[in-house]
């Protein structure tokens, strides 16, 4: 079993100041609802029902918490947030979350990465592109920063080139990958960055923990409606 499968729900918290310190590196997964974050997390841990993904996108309230590590010991830990962007959500909780989420990203001590999800039929939203503008200076002080293109199925290949092309110009010096859970397009390669963030080289040029690196994924945990349907 692959590090991303050893995932298990740490904590959840509706507020900033609930969530417990973290001494080990820490992943942060954002996007706008409905742009597949759930189906992707779920897809990485080879967990059908690890991220929660509510049939009513937005309906997400907390920042969940969930740790990786073989054998009980966490060396690093993921961190589902608030879908945003769903018109059907008062606008007191969409001001309410945004500044949760925005106070979390530039502020949240151990943050190591962060993973912003997006539809690639719609690209990088204005709300993407201020997120994006929120943690700039974070990831130019070296915050790893990756965009995942989910969905990837439902573009053909030239498609997924030209959104690629454009999406690389956006990402403001962060990386760029397409993403598929019906066809499994990408989860190798995304297990193997976030492993790569959570285990930095050493001084003297070897991984920590190098035979930890994640495998392939097989199994098959959700299904393009699914994928569709959820955060």
Known sequence: MGWMHTARFLTTAAQLHHLPPIDVPEIAFVGRSNAGKSTCIN?????????????????????????????????????????????????????????????????????????????????????????????????????KFLIVLTKADKLTRSEQAKVLSITRLQAGGGEVKMFSALKKQGVDDVARLLWQWAHPVRAEGTPAAADGAPGAASADPASDDEESQQE
């Open 43 to 143: 897809t990485l841990t080879q967990q059908k029902q690890l991220a929660f993904a509510s049939k009513k996108p937005g309906r997400t309230q907390h920042i969940n918490l969930f740790s990786l590590g073989k054998q009980g010991v966490t060396d690093a830990v993921l961190a589902d947030l608030p879908g945003y962007g769903y018109a059907a959500v008062s606008r007191s909780d969409k001001v309410r979350w945004q500044q949760v989420m925005v106070n979390y990203l530039v502020s949240r001590p151990g943050l190591t990465g962060i993973v912003l999800l997006c539809d690639p039929r719609l690209g990088m939203t204005e709300l993407d592109e201020a997120l994006l503008e929120v943690v700039r200076p974070r990831v130019e002080e070296g915050l």
